[in-house]
Structures are given as C-alpha cells and as structure tokens.
C-alpha cells in the first residue's frame, strides 16, 4: 500500500470517528434536557372518589333450585263414567267451593231415584200399618221385623243413588284457579279421566326445594331464607318443614318455605333458586362492587394513603371475595375493616399513583365506577 492511500484511509477514519462522537454529545445533551425537562413537571395526579372498608356479618349460603307450589293443588277427574251434560271450566277463571264445573248426564239415575222413592214410601207405609197391627197382635213380630228391614233397603237404595248422582256432578273443593281443561258437552268420559288442574288461591305459597344433609341440619323451622324469581328479584321467606328422611341416592333433604304474599310470587309450578344458609355468621369486610377489580393476579382493590410527604398514592391490594350481593361485596382476606379504598375511577389506577379525592370524604359508600 502506498503512503497516499495509508494518509488518505487515516483521514477517513478520522472524519468518522468526529462525527461519532458529536453525534453522541448532541444525544446525550438531549437526554439531559429532556429529563431537565421531565424533572420540572409536576407528577401525574388521577382524580377518583374513595370509601371506607366497613365491618359486616356475613353468613355463607347455598343455592338450590326450588319449585313453587299452592297450598292446595289437584288434578281433577271423573270418578264414574258418563256423558258430559254441562261445562263450566274457563281456564284462568277464579271459582269458589262448591261450584259445579263438570255435570255428567244423569237422567238414568233420576229416574232410578224416582222409583226408589216410591218403593221406599209404600216400605214406610207397610212399616206403619204393621206396627199399628202388632199393638193389636193381628200381626207376629217376624213380620214386623221384614218390614221394617224392607223400609231401611229402601232408603239404602235411595241413598246409594243419590250418592251417584251427586259423583257424577263434579265441584270445586275449594277456592280455585281453573287451569287449561278440553272438556265439552257430549264428550262421553272413560273413569278416571283428566278434566283439569285446579291451583287453590290462597294468602300464601310453597317453595320447595333439596339442599345437602350437612346444610338441612343446621336448618331451623322459622328461618327465613331468599327466593330468586325472574331478574334477580328477591323474595322473603320461611321455612316451615323439614323432611325427616335424608335420600339415600342423593343425600339430599327436602325443605319446605312459604312465602306469606302470594301475589309477590311467582305462579305455582315455576322454577325459582333459592339461597339457603349454609353456616354459621362471621364478622367480615364489606365494599362497594365499583371498588373491586380483577386482573391476572386475580381480585384486588387499590387502597389509598398518605406518603411521607402527606399526598394520598394509591397501592394495589389483592383480596378474597367471599360473597357478592348486589352493590356489595364480601371480602374474607386482604383488607381491614377502617381502610380507605378508590371507589368510583380505580380503573385508571396503577401502584403508587399520585390520587385526589374527588370526595373528601370521611367515609361512607361511593357510587359506580365511571
């Protein structure tokens, strides 16, 4: 290599080596204004409302499928055949006892009842004559005997077929919805035969429903329990029996609730779930459902205080969630009671962020998250 070429390449090399290292001195003063810069600014504040953890009593619940029933309840059908003569089921139709609602055709039977009451008198008047004989002794008392067992035949047979009648005129046994029936005049009825189902209207109505032989003997009669109807619509009520038999397949006993207003309940038949005490109470914390978050880690809230400087931070806290009924949640483990919480906005929350209270509040539950 000549001379020329080795100055020129060591010209080179140190035209790059100039520009390297300007460039790095005009980085670095950069960096330093820029963290100048950042150092000058005030830290970031997120703006929340907060509330104080609180002491409650929680007891633990089960929950079973319970079935809502009438007080009383009966399929209805004929007990003798016949043809149908007359109808009076109007589904959904509120009918007092007594009331006839299906009337089998019983002229056969009238007519029946006709000449047993004739017999019947001519048994009567025979009796009277005879007795009004044997005073005089014109007659033996055999005789007297046979007439008289003639008039209480009689009046057997008269009884027998007004009993038939009165089974082929079906009522209502007691106050009633009438339920969905396809019974009509001239239908001729086997023995026996579905006519209709008939829900008494009553004050009150039945829940039934199993729960595990562990959780029905802590169970009392006159402990109330919750029934859930519809959209989480809660209803009050009381147990009123307990099965004295545990299933053996299932190891479930069957318990009966009543609730007093039937009005708030839903129709016989229908499907509601019931939340059944499962154990004894315990002393727990409760929250606001806005203050609860969820994350990888799994349930955690932020709790709120002072640094050393005297500003409020926020720091993540994970936590146990034991229960949760409506606005409210349970928290077995992680947080004590007195401790304040970001409520509404500790979805914008890290660890250790500058926090102002929106509130300034010195207690009580916020509202929702926003």
Do not use: C
């Amino acid at each position: 290599m000549s001379r020329r070429t080795q100055i020129g390449s060591a010209i080179l090399l140190s035209s790059i080596l100039g520009t390297a290292g300007a460039l790095t001195a005009w980085k670095q003063a950069a960096v330093a204004a820029s963290a100048n810069a950042a150092a000058s600014q005030p830290e970031y504040v997120e703006t929340i409302t907060s509330t104080l953890a609180r002491t409650v009593e929680h007891r633990p619940t089960t929950t079973a499928i319970g079935t809502v029933l009438a007080l009383r309840s009966i399929t209805l059908r004929n007990e003798l055949p016949g043809t149908v003569r007359s109808v009076a089921l109007q589904p959904g139709e509120i009918v007092d006892a007594g009331t006839v609602l299906v009337a089998l055709d019983v002229s056969v039977e009238q007519a029946e009842l006709a000449a047993l009451q004739a017999q019947g008198a001519l048994a009567a008047s025979v009796l009277e004559r005879n007795e009004r004989l044997h005073k005089e002794n014109a007659v033996s008392r055999e005789e007297l005997d046979r007439a008289r067992a003639d008039r209480d035949v009689a009046n057997a047979q008269i009884a027998r077929t007004r009993a038939i009648i009165e089974r082929k005129t079906i009522r209502a046994p007691f106050r009633a919805r009438v339920g969905i029936a396809d019974v009509h005049p001239g239908q001729y009825l086997q023995e026996g035969t579905q006519l209709t189902t008939l829900q008494g209207v009553d004050d009150a109505v039945h829940v039934d429903f199993s729960v595990e032989q562990a959780v029905a003997e802590q169970l009392v009669e006159g402990e109330q329990i919750e029934v859930i109807a519809g959209k989480d619509r809660s209803i009050a009520a009381h147990i009123v029996a307990i099965d004295a038999r545990v299933d053996p397949a299932t190891r479930n006993a069957m318990i009966r609730a009543r609730i007093a207003d039937r009005l708030d309940a839903p129709s016989p038949g229908a499907s509601v779930r019931v939340q059944v005490p499962a154990g004894a109470s315990r002393t727990a914390v409760g929250i606001p459902a806005s203050a609860l978050r969820k994350g990888p880690a799994g349930d955690h809230v932020f709790v709120v205080s002072e640094d050393d400087a005297g500003m409020s931070r926020a720091h993540l806290r994970t936590v146990e969630v034991i229960a949760q009924s409506g606005d409210d949640v349970v928290i077995g483990k992680g947080l004590v009671a007195g401790e304040r919480i970001a409520a509404s906005g500790s979805f914008k929350l890290r660890e250790d962020v500058l926090v102002a209270l929106a509130d300034n509040a010195s207690g009580g539950k916020s509202g929702a998250g926003r």
